[in-house]
């Protein structure tokens, strides 16, 4: 199966902060990855796909990069609403699975 | 609109049965594949299982193989996860997600405990 490591854990940082989240892959998954964010008591939300791609109605402080191993996800200007914790996801293989997750907290 | 909607939750003995129910409306059910992911309690994100539009091919994470099946029923809507031989750790919220994981469920509470 293919491991996905997040880093960091946890981030503190503070609303206007330029924001990176770094993901790695146990192995080459192309550009198969999703990053989503996720708030207390709800369900995961889909942000960015195939590596690059923002969903639709995500606003653009947010991007993703990467391919092959490695991916982050970026928050250009954190903003209050951006308090949460975000998970990246390989679907390269049946058998899809997501980092353990980094939770960007208020500094 | 797309919604998904679970049910079935609920608490149960280790070594018990429980059905996980997710009813769709706002897309056309048939044409989409479905997964199952749970989330244990201050836990991360655990894919449990995947369907296939027809239901033709089904997988699933190790943690789960030869306890959980996934099914579907295309005339009714409905994605199921018959949930057999539970164990404490399969104590989650358990959601459905449409195939690209663009559209999650509210998800459904199980625990298992005596």
């Known amino acids: 199966d293919i491991q996905m490591t997040q880093s960091p854990s946890t981030l503190s940082a503070s609303v206007g902060d330029r924001v990176t989240i770094t993901c790695r892959a146990s192995?080459?998954?192309?550009?198969?990855l999703a990053w989503y964010q996720q708030k207390p008591g709800k369900a995961p939300k889909l942000l960015i796909y195939?590596?690059?791609s923002l969903e639709s109605g995500v606003p653009s402080r947010f991007s993703g990069s990467g391919s092959g191993t490695e991916f982050t996800l970026t928050i250009s200007s954190l903003q209050p609403d951006d308090f949460a914790t975000y998970y990246c996801?390989?679907?390269?293989?049946?058998?899809?699975?997501f980092g353990q997750g980094t939770k960007v907290e208020i500094k | 609109q797309v919604q998904l909607v679970e049910s079935g939750g609920g608490v149960v003995q280790p070594g018990g049965s429980l059905r996980l129910s997710c009813a769709a409306s706002?897309?056309?059910?048939?044409?989409?594949?479905m997964h199952w992911v749970r989330q244990a309690p201050g836990k991360g994100l655990e894919w449990v299982a995947f369907?296939?539009?027809?239901?033709?091919?089904?997988y699933y994470a190790d943690s789960v193989k030869g306890r959980f099946t996934i099914s579907r029923d295309n005339s009714k809507n409905t994605l199921y996860l018959q949930m057999n031989s539970l164990r404490a750790e399969d104590t989650a919220v358990y959601y459905c997600?449409?195939?690209?994981?663009?559209?999650w469920g509210q998800g459904t509470l199980v625990t298992v405990s005596s």
């Open positions: 997600a449409k195939e690209t994981l663009d559209y």
């Open positions: 706002g897309f056309t059910f048939s044409s989409y594949g």
């Open positions: 369907i296939r539009y027809d239901g033709s091919n089904k």
């Open positions: 192995q080459s998954i192309s550009s198969w």
């Open positions: 195939k590596a690059s």
């Open positions: 996801q390989q679907y390269n293989s049946y058998g899809w699975t």
